[in-house]
């Protein structure tokens, strides 16, 4: 039990506000990963690697699963990994999670399991690859051949959430790997949603299994129309400001206007994070929530320094925190800004600029695409609030972007060209 991380479980959480799904969103995805383990679709496939940008509401989507499948007795365990949780951000008690919980789940697994643990005490100091093979696969496979599930169901799903922010990237490929090996070894009826970052690691480990196992890829892109489910979030909890905020007698009927909803949808950019810090802030019993939407929409400044997006400042710096040369990567950002508003882009155009070489910004950017993704010559940011943290000062600190260097910089450059071919004296 000491190697247990209780906290880890999809139902159990130190967090006061756990991540979950608002009622009536994220419906279509949730089907989606609902068909393909109860192999309704892509049947073959033993791993569904569900991804996304930061804030995308991940780890929401993998409780809900899980707590859905666990109601129908199809859940066979659940791990959450967690950055800031010591006992959530390593590899380490994954396996002893996962094997408790199958004790629990399938009883009959216990006395296996034990017998496992007696034979050789020091197992859980092993190897992840020889822990599940011992306490999970091994059980499993003699009750499979026993056909002790013959009369009763087998309850297949694996939930991995988060497996980016397990501190060891080795560690990370290393499962995926040996979760691919080893399904295809033991032809066990198991499931293991792997719900994570597009980090570049991650998905090179993906397309190595690929190549060899039947692996489903689901991205959180537009295709789920984000939108409209922050949309029907928004809506629901404007409505319940209204109805129960302290201050809600003194709400006008028709605030929220329209407009500030679009506006707040096209900044969350279909990010669940930013939608749900805003109106977090915006509901503080604290103040008018009038106000606080004002300060949100930076209408006005925020008071006494309390900042909307203080929890996204914190994501977005711990992001920029694992670039090569943060230096370099503001430079490549601002001026990439600049160049776009002169009703232009071009990644090209940035690298003559910073004086870089071919593919580099490519490169100093890798470390950022769970915000931003560098197709052919333009640079995607999957969150429109990135640039409104880099341009400001108090936000971004010491990853701040100035646009008046930036122009001065990109502006400089056009000079230097023109010198150079002689439309200059």
Known sequence: MDAVSPNAFYDSDNRPDPPKCHPNTRVTVINKITEWATRMINADAFILWLYGPAGAGKTAIARKVAELFAAQGLLLASFLFFRSDPKRNTMKPLVANIAYRISCVIPATKKLINAAIEADPLILSYSMEVQLTKLVLEPL??????????????????????????????AQTNCIQFLSSSMAQYQLPLKFLIVSRPEAHIKSAFAL??????????????????????????????????KCHPFCSRIPPFWPSVQQINTLICKASGQFIYASLAMRFINSTFDSPMRQLDIVLELRPPINHDHPFAELDALYTHILSCTKDSNLVSRILGVYDAVVKLNSYGVSIVEFMLGLEDGDVCIYLGPLSSLLE????????????FMDFLSNPKRSKTYYVNPGLSSSLVSQRILEGFSSIGMFP
Do not use: A, M, W
């Open 209 to 242: 299994i690929c190549e060899r196992s039947t692996v489903s890829h689901l991205e959180l892109n537009n295709d789920f129309i984000p939108d409209e489910d922050i949309r029907c979030f928004l809506t629901d909890k404007f409505h319940d400001i209204k």
């Open 141 to 170: 496979r003699l009750l499979t051949d026993e056909d002790y599930f013959k009369h009763q169901q087998f309850p297949q799903l694996v939930v991995i959430d988060g497996l980016d922010e397990c501190l060891d990237t080795g």
């Open 374 to 385: 560098v197709e052919k010559d333009r640079i995607l940011f999957h969150h429109s609030s």
